[in-house]
């Protein structure tokens, strides 16, 4: 064998080893652009889950702000409407005259009357518009007297110095009553669905 041979099968044998490194280098390349590809849309999908659970959230919440919106709004709406309804009763019996109001101041003074214990001096203070119809209320009560204006919207305020007792029997008081007693039916009422 001569020298040239030699070479030559060394070369022989070198490009087909460079040709078996090319290609396995070849195929380990195209495994790794595989597996990234794979990674790739992998992470691809994992963002657009996350993305899609984002979008989900967001409008959930979105959807739970403007329900609770709706509610305060509603809410809202029903004070408003429950105050316009007291200042209308408040407007009515400011405005009550004549015979009923006068039935109405009277009940008051005898259920506040009740509560005096034969009391011998008794004040009586009323709204300043009522001066006149309580004055010839208490002529019906020995020593009882009108005493005075006290802001209200009628009835009357009962004391007495010597049994400490005071009685507040105004129509405010009375409304106030009602109206935590009732304020629920007036609201279904007002409010049936």
């Not at 109405?104 to 011998?120: F, K, N, Q, S, Y």
């Not at 802001?151 to 109206?179: A, I, M, P, Y």
Request: net charge negative.
């Amino acid at each position: 064998m001569s020298l040239d041979t030699v070479v030559e099968d060394i070369r022989d044998e070198a490009r087909d080893r460079a040709e078996e490194i090319r290609s396995e280098a070849d195929d380990e390349a195209e495994a790794i652009l595989e597996e990234a590809r794979a990674d790739a849309e992998e992470i691809e999908r994992e963002a657009e889950q996350e993305a899609e659970r984002e979008i989900t959230q967001e409008r959930e919440q979105r959807l739970s702000a403007a329900k609770l919106e709706a509610k305060q709004a509603r809410l809202g709406a029903r004070k408003e409407l429950l105050a316009d309804v007291r200042d209308a009763v408040e407007t009515e019996l400011v405005e009550l005259s004549g015979d009923r109001r006068e039935e109405l101041t009277g009940a008051l003074l005898e259920a506040a009357a009740a509560e005096m214990d034969d009391a011998a001096d008794v004040s009586v203070y009323g709204r300043a518009d009522d001066a006149e119809l309580i004055e010839s209320l208490c002529d019906e009560h020995d020593g009882y007297e009108y005493a005075g204006e006290y802001d209200c919207l009628g009835g009357v305020v009962v004391e007495s110095e010597q049994s400490r007792v005071r009685v507040n029997n105004t129509f405010d008081s009375v409304l106030e009553d009602v109206w935590e007693d009732e304020l629920k039916t007036v609201s279904d009422r007002l409010f049936e669905q």
